[in-house]
């Protein structure tokens, strides 16, 4: 059984482009939550998705945005890229509020 | 919204002696507790959890925590450490009775180093 998995592994961008990550859930599991980790800190939640509409948001900008398929795939968007974006990127997927599955993220780098 | 404070960043312990890392969070009627561990450049794994029921909880590789609802601590710990287990650890928790659903807030991470 396959966990959950992302795509890449790693990026690099430079200010202001755009960049969407993938996220593949555990199968049988329908809801996908993102979160930001910068270097040294815990992950902070960005949203979540269930039923392909956004269910939950943390405290991010616009500029962050998602969707999810009715495969209960997942993709990440963030618009006009700062420094500050650079960081490990992980999701998340679950089936229940017991608990949640990380994949092994994408790390982005932001030039 | 919850909060999760983990008191120590950084714990060096020898091999083969005991650790404990310590959670906080703040308080609420109930909720949903978890330790993730972080090897260098991967992704969480889930130590174990606590829902309900026994407050002493047992999860993988020997480690263990123990609920304290009085104190809102949530505190791992394992009896013999080995060099394999550094990494960084995570505490989080979650509110199922809030508004919020299964977010999960977590705590800037305590980094445990095995000194041989």
């Known amino acids: 059984d396959a966990g959950v998995t992302q795509s890449p592994t790693h990026l690099i961008k430079t200010r202001g482009q755009q960049v969407t990550l993938r996220c593949s859930p555990k199968?049988?599991?329908?809801?996908v939550s993102w979160y930001q980790q910068a270097l040294g800190q815990g992950p902070q939640f960005i949203f979540q998705?269930?039923?392909?509409?956004?269910?939950q948001r943390g405290n991010f900008p616009d500029r962050f945005s998602g969707h999810q398929f009715p495969n209960y795939s997942s993709e990440l968007n963030v618009n006009a890229l700062l420094l500050g974006d650079s960081a490990l990127y992980l999701c998340a997927s679950s089936l229940t509020l017991l608990e949640q599955y990380f994949g092994p993220g994408t790390r982005l780098t932001v030039t | 919204a919850q909060s999760v404070t983990q008191l120590d960043s950084q714990v060096p312990v020898f091999e083969e002696a005991p650790v404990e890392l310590r959670c906080n969070y703040s308080s609420s009627v109930s909720v949903y507790l978890f330790w993730y561990v972080q090897y260098p450049n991967q992704g969480l794994q889930l130590l174990l959890k606590?829902?309900?029921?026994?407050?002493l909880v047992k999860g993988i590789n020997g480690f263990e925590a123990e609920f304290n609802k009085s104190q809102t601590s949530f505190h791992l710990r394992k009896p013999s450490v080995h060099i394999s287990d550094t990494a960084e650890y995570f505490c989080a928790v979650s509110d199922p009775t809030s508004n919020t659903g299964n977010q999960f807030y977590f705590g800037t991470g305590t980094s445990l180093t095995v000194i041989p």
């Open positions: 606590y829902l309900s029921g026994s407050t």
């Open positions: 998705y269930y039923e392909e509409e956004e269910r």
């Open positions: 199968s049988g599991h329908d809801t």
